[in-house]
């Protein structure tokens, strides 16, 4: 195991050694990313052209996108789960000083649930091409849900 | 087992009895709201006053709040467990026809992890009261994330 970097808290017990509810995946990720080089967060994936980004759905959920479109904005849930799930105050190279997990968006936390609101360019098959993602081709997907301004942004 | 209601289609295996990866809630949601009465959305809850919304950090994960503050606005993940997870085409009371799980928010999902940007109003202990709610008093806790508008909402 890794040697804490400097300002790091670690909880005492690793979170995926003690589940309390099962996620089963439904799909995966392809992009041009590969792990360690995929870019760190949409924006930085969108200046460098999205990375050819599409969802592949196990073929049973395809009756699940009826009603999706291109055009459509959608939130996709995805699962970073190579990232250790303990550190509950961290140092990202970014950030002048460390910050509690919940005040960052690294992929390295509890429940390694990352979140992105992409736009779906087409649809054929179960395959949905979007136009950009920061995850490495892989990654497990966990759900998408429509954009809906009144629940995924700041009430106004 | 309920009968499907009309133009249901369901997955042929429930997702819940085959886990990919494990959840380890890292608190509850807080609120006036009970299981069945809570209202349907975050808009509606504001409208009805936003129901005493808190959200109470195990006690572990207090450091893993360190950034944080009031007027802080921030996407919370929660688990929507109670809901059947092999609907794949439904048909909600206010659609005009069934609609696929992907094209819509409801709490039945194959992996039913809600989202919900809300408001932190204060933050006392490890417990966060935040400005609304749509989960009934009890809803366990997924994650916290900051909410960045360049991730969240629509690239303009």
Known sequence: MKPPREGEVRLGYD????????LHFVGVIRSDWAEGTAPKNLRLSRE?????????????FAPALAGLKAGDWVM??????EARRDLLVQHPRHAEE???????????????VA????????IE???????????FDGTPVVDIKPWIATVDAPAT
């Open 76 to 81: 996709l849930l995805y699962w970073t789960g």
């Open 125 to 135: 098959g179960t395959t949905l091409r979007i136009d950009a993602t920061d995850a």
């Open 15 to 22: 979170p995926a050694l003690d589940p309390q509810a099962g």
């Open 115 to 122: 979140l992105g609101c992409v736009r779906i360019e087409g």
């Open 48 to 60: 460098q052209g999205g990375g050819n980004a599409r969802i592949e759905m196990k073929p049973e």
């Open 98 to 112: 460390p910050r509690g997990t919940f005040a960052l968006r690294s992929p390295a936390r509890p429940n390694p």
